[in-house]
């Protein structure tokens, strides 16, 4: 081959590395021979879909030889009434990645900056490199955001800050106070990413505000939300964010007519409505986090706590062999070496029974 297909792509794609997720079961079974696989890499939901969603994609099948409803009007009109937020700034995404994207691709060029945190969402820097911009990264603190710093770090180029409330990987979160001030000292002509992929898992309780409330104050504000968490829908990847109407507009218009299939927007909408699933999915990991907590503290490992569905440990050294080793054992969790983070894991909280079995190979492995 004499043509380097590499060297063809634009500058920021070359230099991208692809994002890696958690390691699938399926693959996990074919590399070492394992069965009874336990999976906490992907912070996904432990218990299932519904019984609404389940009925509601069966009444999609015989309709897939049709294209979906490429403006979504259920889904947005469901998401208005429950949210009590303007049809117009709504946006939907094949997952809030896919509205990440469209933002960096709306407003984010060569020449132009994108402010994010050190140990933030890997998308971040991904999208931001992807169309060629310069990524800011502030230091964390105390691994989570510092507002202060990232309020400084603005400068006549900076165009997009992205900041996720909780934290993924680190679970931290922070409150009003710190996030009113910062929001009053970023210009109006930068637009403010919110993203709260795990808001849900928290709702009013440990002190995480909800960035909903803001949007009229600040018309520079973009909340990003997603079903694939709390809402048990990662497999059908649906997202979206709640914005001033013209952002919204802009974003639109970069957006795929048809980037939400008709079994996703059909279960999104259905359990939208399913309260009693969302209160038992937060019951369900409010165990299972102290769960968690409580064997850490058996171990003697120290850990970052968390207001979303996952929780970060750490070990004395390198945590690759640990993570190789619980592979062995059949539990699959997240390595955050990528994220500068090579000492710690992240863990996905599961149900009672994965939690101990995970708990149970991580004491055989250390």
């Known amino acids: 081959m004499s043509c380097d297909y590499i060297a063809l792509a634009t500058p920021g794609v070359q230099q991208l590395t692809p994002y890696v997720p958690g390691k699938p079961v399926e693959e996990l079974g074919r590399e ?7 999976k906490l890499a992907s912070n996904e939901n432990p218990m299932g879909p519904g019984a609404r969603v389940l009925a509601a994609l069966d009444a999609v099948k015989p309709e897939l030889s049709r294209y979906p409803d490429g403006n979504g009007f259920m889904l947005k009109q469901a998401l208005a009434a429950k949210l009590n937020v303007q049809e117009s700034g709504l946006t939907l995404g094949n997952g809030s990645n896919d509205v990440l ?4 691709r709306a407003y984010l060029q060569p020449g132009t900056e994108a402010v994010f945190s050190q140990y933030a969402f890997a998308v ?5 490199q992807a169309v060629g ?3 800011i990264v502030t230091p964390a603190k105390n691994w989570g955001h510092d507002l202060e ?8 180029n900076t165009r997009v800050i992205f900041i996720a409330n909780p934290n993924n990987p ?4 922070f409150g009003v106070e ?3 001030k910062f929001m009053g000292s970023v210009p109006e002509d930068v637009l403010v990413v919110l993203d709260e992929a795990y808001i849900e898992y928290v709702g009013t309780q440990g002190g995480v505000l909800n960035g909903l409330n803001y949007l009229q104050q600040f018309p520079n504000l973009i909340v990003t939300r997603t ?6 829908l990662a497999g059908l990847r649906v997202g979206y964010s709640v914005s001033h109407p013209q952002v919204a507009n802009v974003l639109n218009r970069v957006r795929q007519p048809f980037n939400v299939d008709s079994f996703a927007l059909a279960a999104a909408t259905a359990v939208l409505s399913d309260t009693e699933y969302l209160q038992k999915s937060r019951l369900v990991n409010e165990q299972g986090m102290a769960q968690l907590i409580e064997g850490f503290a058996t171990l003697g490992l120290d850990y970052i706590p968390s207001a979303g569905n996952f929780i970060v440990v750490h070990f004395q050294g390198d945590a690759g062999p640990i993570y190789r080793n619980l592979l062995r054992e059949g539990v699959i969790v997240r390595p955050i070496a990528n994220y500068g983070m090579p000492e710690s894991l992240r863990v996905s909280i599961g149900l009672e029974p994965e939690n101990q079995r995970f708990l149970q190979a991580l004491e055989r492995v250390l």
């Open 101 to 104: 994207e469209l933002i960096a």
């Open 149 to 156: 710093a990232m309020a400084a770090a603005i400068t006549q």
């Open 133 to 135: 911009a310069t990524a």
């Open 227 to 232: 079903f694939s968490k709390a809402y048990g």
């Open 178 to 180: 710190p996030w009113e």
């Open 124 to 128: 971040y820097p991904i999208v931001t």
């Open 32 to 38: 070492l021979g394992v069965r009874d696989i336990v």
């Open 170 to 173: 680190t679970g931290t979160w």
